[in-house]
C-alpha cells in the first residue's frame, strides 16, 4: 500500500473510533511519526495530509526541521528527552511529549527564558508502572506538577503515557482509562500554570481504543510509514 492508502486508513480507523466514542474526528490531533523515516517518504506523507510530525531523537529532529521549512509543520519531540539535548530544539518544538524529571523542566525554562519563548509540553506518566517505561509515577504526578506550574517559560498542557506492548489492545485499555481519569481530575482543579487540553495515548497497534477512552492525540508510525530506514 501507498503512503496515501495508509493515511486514508488511519483517518478512517480515527473517525470510526471516535464516532465509536461519541466524539468528532475534528478533536482529535495524528501525530506522523517519523523515526527512522527519510525526508522523500516524509514530504509523501506532508502531501498526503500529515502536517504534524513526532521525532523521537532530538538529532534526526535537528536534521529534518532545517529541510523541511518550506513546509507548515508542527513538530513534536515525543521520545526521552535529555536535559544536555534541550538547547537543540527549545527554539524549534511546537510540543513536547515527554517530560518526566525536575532537571529537564528546569533547562527548558532557562533556555526559553534565554530566548524568550514559552514551551509548550505534556507530561509522561507511567501508568502501567513498567520499570521499562519512562514517566512520572500516578502518586507522584501533583508534586511533581506543583513544582512545575512555577515555570514562567514552559506551559503544561496536558499528559502523555506509553502502554505496554500487546497483541491484543483490550488488555491496555485500564492503562488509557485511568490516565484519562486523571487528567479529568487535573482539569477541574483549574491549577494556575496549568491546562489539561491535550491527552497524548496510543499508538499503531492501539490508538482506537486509546480514542474510545479520551485520547486527543495519537502518535501513529508504522501504520502510515510502515518499517522503513533512513
Known amino acids: 500500500m501507498s503512503i496515501r492508502s495508509n493515511i486514508q486508513e488511519i483517518e478512517y480507523r480515527i473517525a470510526k473510533a471516535a464516532s465509536m466514542a461519541g466524539r468528532s474526528r475534528d478533536e482529535i490531533k495524528l501525530v506522523g511519526v517519523t523515526k527512522t523515516v527519510g525526508i522523500e517518504t516524509i514530504k ?8 504534524v510530525i513526532g521525532e523521537n531523537r532530538v538529532q534526526e529532529m535537528e536534521e529534518k ?7 507548515p509543520l508542527e513538530w513534536h519531540l515525543i521520545g526521552h528527552l535529555q536535559s544536555n539535548k534541550v538547547k537543540y530544539i527549545v527554539d524549534k518544538v ?9 532537571s529537564v523542566v528546569e533547562e527548558i525554562e532557562k533556555r526559553a527564558a534565554g530566548i524568550d519563548r514559552r514551551v509548550d509540553v505534556l507530561l509522561q506518566v507511567n501508568v502501567s508502572g513498567e520499570e521499562t517505561k519512562f514517566g512520572i509515577p500516578p ?15 514552559m506551559n503544561i498542557k496536558g499528559l502523555m503515557t506509553i502502554a505496554p506492548y500487546t497483541e491484543d489492545p483490550e488488555t491496555v485499555r485500564p492503562v488509557f482509562r485511568k490516565l484519562h481519569e486523571i487528567f479529568m481530575e487535573l ?15 496510543g499508538m499503531t497497534g492501539d490508538f482506537e481504543v486509546a480514542i474510545e477512552e ?7 508510525g508504522s501504520g502510515i510509514f510502515g518499517e522503513r530506514k533512513l
Open 94 to 102: 511546537d510540543l513536547i511529549h515527554s517530560i518526566d524529571r525536575m
Open 65 to 71: 526541521y532545517g529541510k523541511l521549512l518550506d513546509y
Open 187 to 201: 482539569k477541574e482543579k483549574k491549577l494556575d500554570g496549568v491546562s489539561m487540553e491535550y491527552l497524548s495515548m
Open 139 to 153: 502518586e507522584k504526578l501533583m508534586g511533581f506538577i506543583d513544582r512545575a506550574r512555577q515555570c514562567k517559560f
Open 44 to 51: 509523501e506523507a506532508i502531501e498526503a495530509g500529515i502536517n
Open 214 to 220: 479520551g485520547a486527543n492525540i495519537v502518535r501513529i
